[in-house]
């Protein structure tokens, strides 16, 4: 028999890094989704501002509303240089059956989890997650459409509406092309052993390490969209884009085609979907080219 919805665990993970103005607005975020969270797991990668001592105020905060949350904190001396490893950190230390990253400046609606969660009454789902929406500082939208729109460079359409699919068709049919998955917080995804290993390689990705995790999940079984808004990305002024990026995320980009064109059995009008978009990052990011 599938077990009930309210029997399945969920660990948010919280990796923090110089965001101590957001920590007890994130948790309380968490403590107020209609679908509970059993564990919270906050990770400070060797922050340089005061986040240790909001963590601890926010650990006494979960405290007094659920006791019997399970909390953990892990705080590096040192920086890991990879928010990849801190993922891999958390999913370490995860006891749940699912896991949900919540990065600390993004934002939920209090109904995030109970929707991305419903898909998984499906055995087979390994991971599901929901529409985006991108704000800046004050948590005004900073672009008009959602993020699953915006990131639909060959408005292919797809994903318009909510959908279950085994995660290979996913693969060839959006992932092998670009990340179609707007933003970590937004996913929610099945606790297995195979998670670390994948994270192995992800580390090795200084940009495109989400995007080659998702893939490697996806091979595991099924995947899930809601095409709800229920996910908020903050961006920044000072994360905007440099050509040096531009350059690394482009030979990380190239690098994942390379790959999933070699794992998998790509279907033509994906290659072909494949050498359109290298031309069109080409040309957009003003790349040079070998």
């Known amino acids: 028999m599938i077990p009930s ?56 905060e979960i405290k007094k509303f659920n006791p019997k949350i399970n ?27 699912y896991i949900w990253i919540c990065e600390l400046d993004d934002s939920a609606k209090k109904d995030f989890l109970r929707e991305v969660m419903r898909p998984f009454e499906n055995r087979n789902v390994v991971i599901s997650y929901c529409n985006s929406k991108s704000i ?27 959908y279950v699919v085994d995660g290979i068709d996913e693969i060839d049919k959006n992932l092998a092309v670009y990340n179609s998955i707007p933003n970590v917080s937004a996913v929610v995804f099945k606790n297995q052993a195979r998670l670390v290993d994948i994270l192995n390689t992800a580390k090795k990705f200084k940009l495109c390490g989400d995007w080659y995790f998702y893939i490697e999940v996806c091979k595991l079984g099924k995947i899930a969209y809601s ?50 978009i290298e031309k069109m990052l080409t040309k957009n990011w003003e790349i040079e080219e070998e």
Do not use: C, M
């Not at 800046?136 to 909510?162: H, W």
């Not at 905007?240 to 980009?253: A, H, I, L, N």
């Open 136 to 162: 800046n500082k004050n948590g005004k939208p900073v672009i008009k459409d959602d993020l699953r729109k915006f990131k639909d460079v060959l408005r292919r359409g797809r994903g318009l509406g909510g």
């Open 71 to 97: 909390v953990k904190v892990k705080v590096n001396k040192e920086n890991s240089g990879n928010v990849f490893s801190q993922w891999q950190q958390g999913i370490k230390l995860a006891t749940s059956d």
């Open 227 to 276: 095409s709800r808004i229920l996910n908020f990305h903050r961006i920044h002024k000072r994360s905007v884009t440099s050509s040096t990026d531009y350059q690394k995320r482009f030979e990380e980009t190239k690098a994942i085609h390379r790959y999933v064109n070699k794992s998998l059995n790509l279907s033509n009008k994906t290659k072909e979907r494949i050498v359109k």
């Open 5 to 60: 919805q309210k029997s399945k665990t969920v660990t948010a993970i919280l990796p923090n890094y110089n965001y101590a103005k957001h920590v007890l607005r994130r948790v309380k975020e968490v403590l107020s989704q209609t679908y509970p969270v059993s564990e919270i797991i906050i990770l400070d990668d060797a922050s340089t501002d005061n986040s240790v001592e909001a963590i601890k105020k926010a650990v006494i």
